[in-house]
């Protein structure tokens, strides 16, 4: 990458620019639990994506089926892994850990189905937006506030 | 515990939080080496059938070696996608609970029909009635592995061998869609990855067919030069 | 039927038949459960313990500091954004895995000025506005409006 021409292109004063953090979306259509070919990675009743690191065999189908770029091969453990929205966490009544310690309370997590609940009432008032919607993945993680130009 | 250094060394030049995957490409040689066998096989075969199926005469010396070469490679093929798991005494879980949505997973039973059902079948049944006269012929271990070899069925009468013939040819018309399928179905693997935009194509199967179709044939010419100037002696397989 | 067809059908139902028992005995127990995936996986990601604490749970030790960190701008920051997971810590006050944070840099990771942040988000140039002193010789950290 030192060749790349970074001095010349950088814009001095950007117009806009955003903090973009990219995380699991937790997509309802998610490519990775679809090629994965044992079924280590899955989907759980409740809609989180998760991987089953003593099933998974370390093909890595799901890290390129990613259109988010947020799986990996675990170096420690040897096998893929994701953001599993602290599925331990939010099981025994507590927030995910990014959403509790977020020092500007930028995240907010809840249940999707809670027609009423505040995430839902969130999603009215603010115009949100989701990553890559051509993709067809359906994110349950929404941005807003973020332009379209944003992937 | 694998070697992580060169993640540290990554880890400098950020600030806060990456993915390894973002400075790994985690689809590495191995991978490449892969479809490349694969086609390699799909190719070899297509030479022999050009032989069995459109009777072009002037191929016919290198029917069987194409043959066996495809064997030969298609046994290897899976080895590069075996050592590249990283956890390879886990692969039997994709024939025991394999995901019908994973093309991975699905490549397994495509492997396995045209391993089984192609290739196999149409090397046993050409070479039926010389297992059986080797078997006769040969002494000691070489005796016994012809007689496995010909699963215990010595019939070479006329009708017979007619009979294997006509298996043959038809094993092959069978082989050639199978062929394609197989190849096709390994750029189909690459080809359904929609987050890669350079992969994500329709023309992906007809990409890697078109490109297994000539390295397969170049590689059963280079075998077949080699094997008749190296040692230097008469052309042997199957002129008859 | 040649007898070389017959032989095959029955080496063939031979295999078909081993990979059959083999699938069936090899299958993993809670395999299939809810879905396509070990059921015993979604208990095992259940019960994890986690690394996270409540802010809450710090300060029933710390009172001095979290006195001091509510009365600040900082009262919605939790201890661990800079100290580190506590629940170690919080398990067994003896061992010692909380970070002592390098000052500035970790202040620079949320106030250094930058276009994304939000204007009305306190951001300084860091290396104009402090000039190479340290940000705790004139801040107090854990409620930064105060001033030594």
């Not at chain 1, 997590?109 to 990553?131: A, C, S, T, W, Y």
């Not at chain 2, 005796?143 to 009979?163: H, M, W």
């Not at chain 3, 809670?30 to 300060?59: M, V």
Request: proline share 7%.
């Amino acid at each position: 990458m030192t060749d790349f021409p970074l001095e010349e292109t950088r814009v001095e004063k950007p117009d806009k620019s955003f903090f973009v953090p990219k995380l699991c979306n937790a997509c309802d259509h998610s490519p990775c639990v679809q090629v994965c070919p044992v079924g280590a990675t899955f989907e759980t009743p409740d809609g989180a994506v998760l991987v089953d690191p003593e099933y998974c065999i370390g093909c890595r189908y799901c890290i390129q089926a990613c259109p988010y770029g947020t799986r990996f091969l675990n170096p420690i453990t040897g096998v893929a892994d994701k953001c599993t929205l602290c599925y331990h966490r939010i099981h025994n009544g507590q927030q995910p850990a990014c959403v509790e310690n977020c020092p500007t309370q930028a995240r907010l997590f809840g249940d999707l189905k809670d027609h009423d609940g505040p995430l839902n009432q969130f999603l009215r008032e603010h115009k949100i937006q989701v990553l890559k919607p051509h993709l067809n993945t359906y994110p349950k993680v929404f941005y807003s506030g973020i332009d379209k130009e944003v992937r | 515990m694998p070697d992580q250094s060169h993640l540290y060394e990554a880890l400098k030049h950020v600030v806060g939080y990456i993915y390894p995957n973002d400075i790994e490409a985690h689809w590495s040689i191995l991978i490449v080496l892969y479809p490349y066998l694969t086609g390699l096989v799909a190719g070899a075969f297509i030479l022999a059938s050009l032989e069995r199926v459109f009777n072009v005469r002037e191929v016919r010396p290198t029917y069987r070696l194409a043959l066996l070469t495809a064997l030969a490679f298609m046994l290897i093929a899976p080895l590069p996608l075996l050592s590249h798991l990283a956890k390879p005494l886990r692969f039997w879980e994709i024939l025991v609970t394999p995901h019908l949505t994973s093309a991975m997973a699905m490549f397994g039973f495509v492997y396995m029909w045209y391993l089984m059902v192609v290739l196999l079948l149409e090397i046993w049944f050409d070479y039926r009635r010389d297992f059986v006269v080797w078997s006769r012929e040969s002494k000691g271990f070489k005796k016994f592995l012809y007689s496995v070899l010909t699963l215990g069925v010595t019939d070479i009468s006329e009708k017979a061998i007619r009979f294997d013939e006509a298996a043959v040819k038809t094993i092959t018309i069978i082989g050639i869609p199978s062929a394609f399928l197989l190849h096709g179905y390994v750029g189909f693997i690459f080809g359904s990855i929609k987050a890669n935009p350079w992969w994500s194509s329709v023309l992906m199967p007809v990409i890697f067919l078109f490109s297994a179709i000539v390295s397969g044939i170049a590689l059963v010419m280079l075998i077949y030069l080699l094997s008749n100037k190296i040692p230097p002696r008469q052309a042997e397989h199957g002129v008859s | 039927m040649p007898p070389q067809v017959s032989r095959l059908i029955l080496i063939f139902a031979f295999i078909g038949v081993a990979f059959v028992a083999t699938r069936w005995w090899a299958r993993p127990d809670t395999f299939g459960q809810y879905g396509h995936y070990r059921g015993i996986a979604l208990s095992n990601a259940i019960t994890r313990s986690p690394h996270y604490i409540p802010k809450s749970t710090c300060a029933e030790c710390h009172e001095e500091e979290a006195a001091l960190n509510s009365a600040g701008p900082h009262k919605n920051v939790s201890c661990q954004i800079c100290h580190g997971a506590g629940a170690v810590h919080a398990e067994d006050p003896q061992t010692s895995n909380i970070k002592k944070p390098e000052v500035t840099a970790t202040c620079s990771r949320c106030h250094e000025a930058r276009a994304a942040r939000p204007a009305n988000f306190p951001q300084i140039n860091i290396a104009e506005h402090a000039e190479g002193e340290p940000c705790n010789s004139c801040h107090v950290v854990h409620n930064p409006s105060e001033t030594k």
